[in-house]
C-alpha cells in the first residue's frame, strides 16, 4: 500500500466495530478510520472519536445529536445524525473501505449505497446477505466494489479457495462451536434465560449474536452468507459442529481433497485479514497458536431437533425469494424479546417458523418488497410476543 487507507466503520461501538479500531490502532500509517458510526452508544462514539479523530461522526439516534455534537464541539470531526447520512457518507469519494459491522437489518441501506459507489466493503453484517443476497449479488456484477468477509468461517472459506477453481469445489464445510447449549438436553432447554446464553464458550461478541449462537440461527445465518459469497448452492453446504472453534471452516474438492483454515477463536484474526485484502497479509506480533491449543480437534454432526433454527435456514435457502427476510425479521423480533426475558428460549423459533409460515411469500422481491417483507414480518412476530 503506498497511501494509507481511509476506512468507514458503520457500527463502531459494535463488538466488530470495537475491534476494527484495535486492527487501525495496530497499523497506523496503513489505514485512517475517516467514519464512525453508533446507533445509540453515544458515549462510546464520544470517546473513540477523541482518539482516532475521524473525519465524520454519525449517531443513528437523532435523540442524541446534540450531545455527542457539544462533547465534539472544537475539534475537526463532523457530526451528523440519522441513518441518511450515513447512507450518504460511505458513498464519499474520499473513503476507500466500508467495514460493515452494524447489528442486523439496518445494515442493508447502507451497504447497498456502498456498493453502488463501488467501494470495497469489510463485510461483518451477515443480515445483509441473509436478508437481500440475491439483490446484492445482481448489484455486485454491475460495480467494482469487493465483498471481504469479516466473519470467521468465511474468512476461511476465502483463504481456502485461493487459488482455485470454482468448478473444482465439491462442498463448503462450516464448522459450528455449537453454542452454549451444546451439551444441554433438549427437555430444559426451555428454562434457559438470556444470561446462560449469554456464557459464550469460545468467543466474546455482542449480544445479538450470541443469542444467534445459541439457537445455531446464526450458523444458519453464515450458511445463506456462504451460499451468496461464493455462489454455492446450500445443497453443497454443510455444518459440521466442532466445538473448539480452531477450525474455521474447510472446503472439500473434487479430487476428495480437503482444506482448512486454522486459527485462534480472536475476531481480530479474520478482521485483520478481510482489512489486508486486496493487498495481502498483514505481519503482527499478537499470540499465535501454539501445539497446545490444538491437541485434541473434536467434530459432532449437528443436533437438527434440538435447534431445529438450522432447518429453518436451509428451508429459507430452498425457497429464495423473500422468505430468508422473513426469517430474519422474526429472529430479529425473538432474540430482542428473549433478551428482555419476555419470552421462553424455545419460543424463539417457534415464533421465527411460525412468521415464516405466515407472511407472504414473493419469489422475486425488489429491494421496496424487502423493505415492506421485513415490516410486515416484524409486526406479525410482535403479535406472537404477549
Ligand atoms: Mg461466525
Known sequence: MTKHRNIAILGSTGSIGRQSLDIMAEYPTLFKPWLLTANVSANLLIEQALRFKPEHVVIADEQQYDKVRDALAGTATQV??????????????????????MVGYSGLESTIA???ANKNIALANKETLVVAGELITQLLKHSSSKLYPVDSEHGAF??????????DVSKLILTASGGPFRTTPIEILHT???????????????????????TMMNKGFEMLEAKWLFGIDHEHI???????????????FCDGSVKAQLGLPDMHLPIRYALGLPDGRLSTNSRKMTIDDYCSLTFERPD??????LSAAYYAAEQGGNMACIMN???????????????????????VKKTMGRVQFLASPTYDDYVATNAEARSYAETLIQ
Not at 451528523?80 to 459491522?101: E, K, M, P, R, Y
Not at 483463504?159 to 477453481?165: A, I, K, M, S
Request: aromatic share 6%; proline share 3%; hydrophobic share 50%.
Open 80 to 101: 451528523h445524525s440519522g441513518s441518511s447520512a450515513i447512507a450518504q457518507l460511505v458513498t464519499d469519494s474520499a473513503v476507500d473501505t466500508v467495514v460493515t459491522a
Open 114 to 116: 456502498a456498493i453502488k
Open 158 to 167: 476465502y483463504q481456502c479457495l485461493v487459488g482455485e477453481r470454482r468448478q
Open 192 to 214: 434457559m434465560r438470556a444470561a446462560d446464553a449469554l456464557k459464550h464458550p469460545n468467543w466474546a461478541m455482542g449480544a445479538k449474536i450470541t443469542i444467534d449462537s445459541a
Open 238 to 252: 454443510e455444518i459440521v459442529v466442532h466445538p473448539q472453534s480452531i477450525i474455521h471452516s474447510m472446503v472439500e
Open 304 to 309: 437438527y431437533k434440538k435447534f431445529p433454527l
Open 329 to 351: 425479521a422474526a429472529n430479529e423480533v425473538a432474540v430482542a424479546a428473549f433478551l428482555h426475558d419476555r419470552i421462553l428460549f424455545t419460543d424463539i423459533s417457534d415464533i
